[in-house]
């Protein structure tokens, strides 16, 4: 023997199956007014009549069904779109926060670029003269060994030693400067 309550659910199923056949197609055309993505539209409805099912119980039906049905899609469409609007600020937003931390990455690395070279300018002026010049021309010039040798009468072992110095020098000051900057 078939318990009362359940046969009551399945009459309760059976009409609100009817009453969805019936009235799809009605909050299906209110909605898409609304909201212009169909999907969204199926899962409102379906949430609509998920609703009803969950509160039979409480539901009132001293009104008319339709004018029910229309006030639960109205609702459900202006949820739908103040959620939407939130989103959209909030996607907004979020794009401005990545542009502006783009922005400051961006400057922070060229500040570090500007104090790099003002760093290894400082450097490059506190070197004796010679391994001063030598590495100037080499760096700065793109000059050879050779043509440095040449152009100051040295030997292009003095040059490359000098650049060595040079760059062992700007090693050690440049580590300092990169422990204290990270």
Known sequence: MRDQSTHKDDDSMAVLE???????PVLAAYCNKYVKDEEAVRDMIQDIFLKIWEHRQTVDFSTPLHSYLLKLAHNSCMNHLQRQKIEKKYLHDAAQLLEMEAHYDSLFDQLVADALQERVEQVVEQLPAQCRDIFRKSRYEGM??????????ISVRTVETQIYRALKI?????????????
């Not at 700007?170 to 990270?182: M, P, Q, T």
């Open 18 to 24: 009817s009453i969805f056949t019936v009235f799809y």
């Open 144 to 153: 050879s060994h050779q043509d440095i040798a040449r152009d100051l009468n």
């Open 170 to 182: 700007l090693k050690k000051a440049l580590n300092y400067f990169f422990s204290i900057l990270w």
